[in-house]
C-alpha cells in the first residue's frame, strides 16, 4: 500500500468512527436536560429512570469519542506534513477553539456525572447546560475548518507560501453556514432515531414492554425529536446543495454525474437521468446552464461514482427518515392508546437509527470525496501534501487495532448497562 492510499484509508477510517460518537456526544446532552427537566417539573421517577441510564451511556461515548478524536488530531501531523506546514497557521484558530470548548465540556461532565446526589437537583441540572453548548461548539468549530478546506479565503499566499492570514478565517469560509447548520441538526438527527431505534428494538424483542412506560417514553422522547428535525434537515439540505453549485460546481456535477457544461440539465437518480430537471431544481428554469465535469482537465476530476451513489443514499436515507416521521405523527393523532402496538412502525424506526447513521457517514464522503484531488480546493493536492516517510501504512494498521478495542470496549460496557435492572438506579 503507498502512502496516499494508506493516508486517505487512515482517514476515512477514522473519521468515519469519531463522527459517530461525535453525533451522539452532541445529541444526548440535549436530551438528559429534557429528562432531568421533566423529572423535576413532574417528579416521576421514571424521568428521573431514564436520566441517569442515558447519562452512564454518554459517559462511555464521550470517553470513546475522546480517545478517536485525540488519534485524529494527531492524523493531520503525521499524515500530511506539508498541509499542516503550509495552511496551519490560517485554519489553526479553530482547533484551537475547539480544544478549549472539548475541555469545558470534560470539566462540567464531570461535576454533571458526580453530581447526582451531591447537588441540588437545580444546580445538577445547570452543571449539564455547559455540557450540551460546548459540545455543539466542538462540532462548530471543527465543521468551519473542514468548510475553509471546501472554500479557503482569508489569506495571502506567494509562492506556495502563506504571507498573511485572516485569524478567523475558518469562521468567515463561504461553506461555514451550511456545512455547520447541517452538521448541527444531523447531529440531532442521529441521536434523536438512534435512541428511538433502540427502544424499539427492545419491545420488538419482548412485546410487553411495549406497555411499559419506560420504554414508551424513550421511545417517544427520541422519536420525537428526530421527527421534528427530519423536515428541517431537509430543508437545509437544500440550502446545501444549492451552496455546493455556487462554491463548488465541479463537486456538484459529480454528484450528479453531469458530464457536459449546458442547459437542460439531467437529475440523476442512480442510475437513471431526468432531463432538465437539474436546471430546473437549481434555478427554476430547464434552460438554464449548470457546470459539468467538462470545465477542469480529468486530472482535477473528483471519483465520480463514490461521490454520487454516497449522496443518492444520503438523500434516500433523508426522505425516508422524513416519511417516517410523518408515518409517526398520522399514527399519533390516529390512535393515540395503540401508539406503538404496530410491529412494522417499530421495525421501522429500529432501522430508522442505523439508517440515519449511514447517511451522516454518506454525507461526509460527498463533502470529502467530492473535494478531491483536492486537500484544499484549487490549493493544495492530497497526493502534495501526504507524508514521504517510509511504511506510513503500518499506522493505519496500528490504528485498525486501536478502533477495534475501542469499539469492542464499548459495545460491551453498553451491553451491560442495557442488561442492568432498571429498578437498581439509585433515587
Not at 90 to 116: C, K, Q, S
Not at 272 to 277: C, F, I, N, R, T
Not at 305 to 315: A, K, P, R
Request: charged letters at 15%; hydrophobic letters at 55%.
Amino acid at each position: 500500500m503507498d502512502n496516499l492510499t494508506a493516508a486517505r484509508e487512515q482517514m476515512a477510517f477514522s473519521l468515519g468512527f469519531h463522527i459517530i460518537f461525535a453525533v451522539f456526544g452532541m445529541g444526548l446532552p440535549w436530551l438528559l436536560l429534557f429528562l432531568e427537566y421533566r423529572w423535576m417539573r413532574t417528579g416521576d421517577r421514571i424521568w428521573y429512570v431514564l436520566a441517569r441510564r442515558w447519562c452512564k451511556a454518554f459517559a462511555v461515548v464521550f470517553a470513546v469519542g475522546a480517545v478517536s478524536g485525540t488519534v485524529l488530531s494527531f492524523e493531520f501531523g503525521l499524515l500530511w506534513p506539508t498541509f499542516m506546514e503550509r495552511y496551519g497557521g490560517v485554519f489553526g484558530l479553530a482547533f484551537t477553539l475547539e480544544a478549549f470548548a472539548f475541555f469545558l465540556e470534560a470539566v462540567f461532565l464531570g461535576l454533571y456525572l458526580y453530581g447526582w446526589d451531591r447537588l441540588s437537583p437545580r444546580a445538577h441540572w445547570w452543571t449539564g447546560v455547559p455540557v450540551a453548548l460546548s459540545g455543539m461548539a466542538s462540532a462548530l468549530f471543527v465543521t468551519t475548518a473542514n468548510a475553509w478546506m471546501n472554500t479557503p479565503v482569508g489569506f495571502v499566499e506567494v509562492n506556495g507560501v502563506v504571507t498573511s492570514a485572516e485569524p478567523i478565517a475558518p469562521l468567515i469560509a463561504p461553506a461555514a453556514p451550511h456545512q455547520v447548520v447541517h452538521m448541527l441538526l444531523a447531529a440531532l438527527l442521529c441521536t434523536g432515531f438512534g435512541v428511538a431505534s433502540v427502544y424499539a428494538v427492545a419491545m420488538l424483542r419482548a412485546p410487553a414492554k411495549r406497555r411499559d412506560p419506560y420504554h414508551r417514553r424513550g421511545l417517544a422522547v427520541g422519536l420525537v425529536l428526530g421527527a421534528v428535525v427530519a423536515p428541517v434537515q431537509v430543508v437545509v439540505g437544500d440550502w446545501a446543495v444549492r451552496a455546493v453549485a455556487e462554491q463548488q460546481p465541479v463537486k456538484l456535477a459529480a454528484m450528479e454525474t453531469l458530464q457536459t457544461t449546458g442547459p437542460n440539465a439531467p437529475l440523476t437518480v442512480g442510475p437513471v437521468e431526468l432531463p432538465g430537471v437539474l436546471s430546473w431544481l437549481l434555478h427554476g428554469r430547464t434552460d438554464a446552464v449548470v457546470t459539468g465535469l467538462d470545465v477542469v482537465p480529468p486530472d482535477d476530476r473528483p471519483p465520480v461514482g463514490i461521490t454520487h451513489y454516497s449522496f443518492d443514499l444520503m438523500v434516500g436515507i433523508g426522505f425516508g427518515l422524513l416519511a417516517l416521521a410523518a408515518w409517526a405523527l398520522w399514527l399519533f393523532y390516529r390512535r393515540r392508546a395503540g401508539f406503538f402496538d404496530g410491529t412494522w412502525f417499530l421495525r421501522a424506526i429500529a432501522a430508522g437509527g442505523p439508517a440515519s447513521v449511514v447517511a451522516l457517514i454518506a454525507g461526509w464522503i460527498v463533502t470529502e470525496v467530492g473535494r478531491q484531488p483536492w486537500i484544499v480546493h484549487m490549493r493544495l493536492r492530497t497526493a502534495d501534501a501526504v507524508s514521504d516517510q517510509p511504511g506510513l501504512y503500518w499506522y493505519f494498521y496500528g490504528t485498525l487495532l486501536v478502533y477495534a478495542i475501542l469499539a469492542t470496549s464499548l459495545i460491551t460496557i453498553l451491553r451491560r448497562l442495557a442488561a442492568a435492572p432498571i429498578d437498581k438506579v439509585s433515587a
